[in-house]
């Protein structure tokens, strides 16, 4: 089956503590060790954070490895494919699309995808997987973002963390610029499963995951299908 797990904020990039949705996404792969490969271009491959990915990782018994664009870049197809997991982590989405475009590393992982390799991520490696996404990769404000459209849908990570993005999400809905929106909070998980929403996954007190929609006033439902699971 295909999956991903899409966690709208926390986890090692913050702290490295009791580490519940990095086991949980450990957890969801059948192999006895496996490998999973940490993508930090949204940081521009920023040093400490694949740091602590690789403790975060090695912790839980996996075998880790790292891709760099702003180094020597290795072959893609062959690692990205040789993978159980992939990781990705979160920062400036916009710039992030647009090295792995110029590299096809979009191409690469949907093939990846398809093959049953488990797409995963935070904020940026979040809302990568949906057709769009809710970012704040321009300072000033937020915005819309066509994404890599492996699964249908819009997403907005962080959704109670950032006080932008509640307003953004109303105004857009208001605007019918979009008709609905998946709302991830921190410590939250939206896990799909053959590209639909199947768990919803809480991995600290009180966090969820949302279906904003616009009817008589703006309302959050539950995402149909999926079931509350809490770490």
């Known amino acids: 089956m295909k999956q991903i797990i899409a966690i709208g904020g926390g986890g090692f990039g913050r702290e490295i503590k009791d580490l519940k949705i990095e086991k949980y996404i450990v957890d969801q792969s059948k192999a006895r060790t496996p490998k999973i490969c940490f993508i930090p271009t949204a940081t521009g491959d920023d040093q400490v ?45 916009k710039s992030m699309l647009a090295v792995w475009k110029e590299w096809q590393l979009d191409k690469i992982l949907f093939e990846a995808y398809n093959n049953k390799i488990i797409m995963s991520g935070v ?51 208001v605007n019918k610029e979009i008709n609905s929106c998946y709302a991830i909070e921190g410590y939250a998980a939206l896990h799909l499963i053959d590209d639909k929403p199947k768990y ?16 008589d006033s703006i309302e959050h439902e539950n995402i149909d299908g999926t079931i509350r699971i809490k770490l």
């Open 49 to 93: 954070y694949i740091d602590t990915f690789y403790e975060a990782f090695n912790s839980l018994g996996c075998k880790t490895s790292h891709i760099n664009f702003f180094k020597r870049t290795i072959n893609l197809k062959e690692h990205i494919l040789d993978q159980d997991i992939i990781y990705v982590g979160g920062g400036n989405t």
């Open 123 to 173: 904020s940026a490696g979040a809302i990568c997987w949906f057709k769009k996404g809710i970012t704040d990769s321009w300072k000033d404000n937020q915005a819309t973002l066509d994404c890599l459209n492996f699964v249908d849908g819009v997403c907005c990570p962080h959704y109670d963390e950032e006080p932008e993005r509640i307003p953004y999400v109303k105004e857009i809905l």
């Open 200 to 215: 919803n996954v809480s991995f600290k007190e009180d966090t969820s995951c949302h279906l904003v929609t616009l009817k």
